[in-house]
């Protein structure tokens, strides 16, 4: 195959931005992808009950940016969703992020306003300038007890690790609140697709300059491609560089999701319940019905259990993957028109509207007329 311009391994949310956009300016592009999907792992499809479904857990769209927001918007209809979550504790069920209700409900304080909240906050923290790790960031934010109730544990299940053994970064992403506020994003564009993220990858990806190989792993058939003008990597950056054996491999995390059809209107009250605490080896149960208010006389729940092996979902944020990450990217930087994109490739984690966002900017940053020439102009 020697008529293609642009290479892209994958076609998640990174892969599939930069075909459409290297498509619409006429190049031809070819994406290889090794499940038997498109979508990556925002694919999801109606199941057994009529139920749409996410394969590879809850996938909640939020941005600020609204050149994001009117880029998604071009390939398909979305409805509004501010998502909630709540979270059974000591019996009890508590929303998150942390809020008035959830203080009042967990202690049985009579907490009224956002000023006796930020009181109880300031009261109960354990203050520092500059937080080490995970731990420092949570009882900088809420103290001891809190910590202990809804982020030690919860943490160790999600990532094989307690809070102080991650990057202060993993735990600070987490919102607390000093109102009623239950929504568990405050962003100004909160919505889903009325058809499905598969739908909208379908869409981005419906162009005759467009062709996707699945169940193909690039790396069986990478000798098959020269001649293209850039390569396109989305995949794991150590399994790139494999071939490098003295460099260390990174630490990802897995999830083994366990499906449950019932027979049954509803399961629980949510969408997602969390389960923070060691009682249960679980991080949370999905119900999809709950997203758009789906009507069904069965329902159906996912059970979901962080594990070391399997596909790679998330990476680890500490030092020691850091370190060895850092030595990835020194080689990556040595490659010509090779180009490393998405969390896995950069080994960072991405929201969904950051991974839009960085491959818009990407395409922006190589396709932009006299690029070069502003820059010249604008650093001098």
Known sequence: MNNVDILIVGAGISGATLAERYASIGKKVVIIEKRDHIAGNCYDFYEENGILTSKYGAHLFHTNDKEVWEYVNQFGEWYPWEHRV???VDDK???IPVNITTVNTLFGTDIKTEEEMTSWLNSSRIHFDKPANGEEAVLNRVGTVLYEKMFKHYTKKQWDKYPAE???SVLERI???NNYDDRYFSDEYQALPKEGY???FEKML????ITVLLN??????KEQFEGYEKLFYTGPVDRFFEFKTNLEKLEYRSINFVTEHLDQEYFQENSVVNYPGNEVDFTRIVEYKHFGNQKSAKTTIVKEYTVDHGEPYYPVPNEKNQLIYDKYKAEADKLTDVYFVGRLANYKYFNMDQAFKNALDLFS???TPNRKDHEAKTTV
Do not use: G
């Open 86 to 88: 709540v979270a059974r």
């Open 365 to 367: 940053s190589l396709e």
């Open 216 to 221: 193909t792993d690039y790396f069986d058939v």
């Open 198 to 200: 598969t739908m909208i």
């Open 93 to 95: 069920t508590v929303p």
């Open 175 to 177: 919102p607390v609140r």
């Open 206 to 209: 419906d162009h005759p300059n």
């Open 166 to 168: 991650l990057h202060a």
